[in-house]
């Protein structure tokens, strides 16, 4: 987490290659993403983005960009995501925000990435959408599949992270379990806690 600006998504797209650093070595599991194939990688390592993604087609075509040998799995990856097996052959340029965002978590869950990054995922979807989103997250986690999400909300940080990140100005200021977050901060991380985390 971190104010806006402080290179929170930049750090994860590192995590996925959608950016090469100018120093240093991202790592996966030991390798260094730049010797990996990015498309192998990235059914590795699954992401999803702060604003829904759709493709044009309907959402069973969206699944099977990801995961041609989809067939009958669709409904369960829906299902999965908290929606049912209608939406198949629904239009996914026709989806609701929230249900977009689902859509593209299923997109992503498909290929069964080892780590799933979500970048803001609910900024701008409703509260129940943002609950149904955190719940697929945490539900991720519980089942050995972890999660690296992105949030400037200290209220949703509280509510799903075992271990937390700050990032100001580009910099990791703080990396420890969230328990401990407030009592083991730094004075700059404290300034942001104080203001600058937002409630959505």
Same mark, same amino acid.
């Given at each position: 987490?971190?104010?806006?600006?402080?290179?929170?998504? %930049?750090?994860?797209?590192?995590?996925?290659?959608?950016?090469?650093?100018?120093?240093?070595?991202?790592?996966?599991?030991?390798?260094?993403?730049?010797?990996?194939?990015?498309?192998?990688?990235?059914?590795?390592?699954?992401?999803?983005?702060?604003?829904?993604?759709?493709?044009?087609? %309907?959402?069973?075509?969206?699944?099977?960009?990801?995961?041609?040998?989809?067939?009958?799995?669709?409904?369960?990856?829906?299902?999965?995501?908290?929606?049912?097996?209608?939406?198949?052959?629904?239009?996914?340029?026709?989806?609701?925000?929230?249900?977009?965002?689902?859509?593209?978590?299923?997109?992503?869950?498909?290929?069964?990435?080892? @780590?799933?990054?979500?970048?803001?995922? %609910?900024?701008?979807?409703?509260?129940?959408?943002?609950?149904?989103?955190?719940?697929?997250?945490?539900?991720?986690?519980?089942?050995?599949?972890?999660?690296?999400?992105?949030?400037?909300?200290?209220?949703?940080?509280?509510?799903?992270?075992?271990?937390?990140?700050?990032?100001?100005?580009?910099?990791?200021?703080?990396?420890?379990?969230?328990?401990?977050?407030?009592?083991?901060?730094?004075?700059? @991380?404290?300034?942001?806690?104080?203001?600058?985390?937002?409630?959505?």
């Amino acid at each position: 987490m971190g104010p806006s600006g402080s290179g929170k998504s %930049t750090l994860l797209r590192l995590c996925n290659r959608l950016e090469v650093p100018e120093a240093g070595v991202v790592r996966f599991r030991g390798d260094d993403l730049a010797s990996l194939d990015p498309l192998h990688l990235r059914r590795r390592v699954g992401m999803v983005f702060q604003r829904p993604t759709p493709f044009a087609g %309907t959402v069973r075509e969206n699944l099977e960009v990801a995961e041609p040998a989809l067939g009958d799995a669709a409904v369960p990856a829906l299902e999965r995501v908290g929606l049912s097996g209608a939406f198949v052959e629904r239009d996914a340029r026709q989806l609701s925000g929230g249900e977009a965002q689902r859509v593209c978590l299923a997109r992503t869950l498909v290929t069964n990435p080892e @780590v799933v990054l979500m970048d803001e995922v %609910t900024s701008s979807v409703d509260p129940s959408a943002t609950r149904a989103l955190e719940e697929l997250g945490a539900g991720l986690a519980a089942v050995g599949v972890p999660v690296l999400w992105v949030t400037h909300d200290l209220a949703q940080m509280h509510r799903l992270a075992d271990h937390v990140l700050v990032v100001i100005e580009g910099r990791v200021v703080h990396a420890g379990e969230a328990a401990a977050l407030e009592s083991e901060a730094s004075e700059a @991380v404290r300034e942001f806690l104080a203001g600058g985390a937002t409630h959505e």
